[in-house]
């Protein structure tokens, strides 16, 4: 990460590095609070399918810092990060059939990724 993001040139709305690891810890904080508040709903195929989809997107985050920083291409990770807004969208709709707080919490992260999905398209197209 440290030698070679660095050298990409970033598009101008890009946040200073300092910001990433603040939001990034609210995000998952709130994504854990979301997470245990439907993990304590009663069991039922609703609530596995809300955390089936949880644990899904989880990977895909994941997956993306692998492809992106890891293998270090972008064109794939802006493919990757399309499923993770579809997969965290999935989930939230799963979490807002069992607890609408829960639900609500993924907002900011959706928000964040589709913003990050800007950033890595821009990334993607300026090198």
């Given at each position: 990460v440290e030698s070679w993001y660095p050298t990409l040139t970033k598009p101008g709305f890009t946040p200073p590095d300092s910001v990433f690891p603040p939001v990034w810890t609210a995000l998952f904080v709130l994504m854990a609070v979301a997470g245990w508040r439907v993990w304590r709903r009663p069991r039922?195929?609703?609530?596995?399918?809300?955390?089936?989809?949880?644990?899904?997107?989880?990977?895909?985050?994941?997956?993306?810092?692998?492809?992106?920083?890891?293998?270090?291409?972008?064109?794939?990770?802006?493919?990757?990060?399309?499923?993770?807004?579809?997969?965290?969208?999935?989930?939230?709709?799963?979490?807002?059939?069992?607890?609408?707080?829960?639900?609500?919490?993924l907002v900011p992260y959706l928000g964040w990724v589709a913003f990050a999905s800007a950033l890595n398209g821009a990334i993607w197209w300026l090198n």
């Amino acid at each position: 990460v440290e030698s070679w993001y660095p050298t990409l040139t970033k598009p101008g709305f890009t946040p200073p590095d300092s910001v990433f690891p603040p939001v990034w810890t609210a995000l998952f904080v709130l994504m854990a609070v979301a997470g245990w508040r439907v993990w304590r709903r009663p069991r039922g195929s609703l609530r596995t399918a809300a955390l089936n989809w949880f644990g899904a997107q989880l990977v895909l985050n994941l997956m993306w810092s692998v492809i992106f920083f890891g293998l270090q291409a972008p064109g794939w990770a802006l493919a990757e990060i399309g499923l993770l807004l579809a997969a965290i969208g999935a989930t939230l709709r799963a979490f807002w059939r069992l607890d609408r707080w829960a639900a609500v919490a993924l907002v900011p992260y959706l928000g964040w990724v589709a913003f990050a999905s800007a950033l890595n398209g821009a990334i993607w197209w300026l090198n």
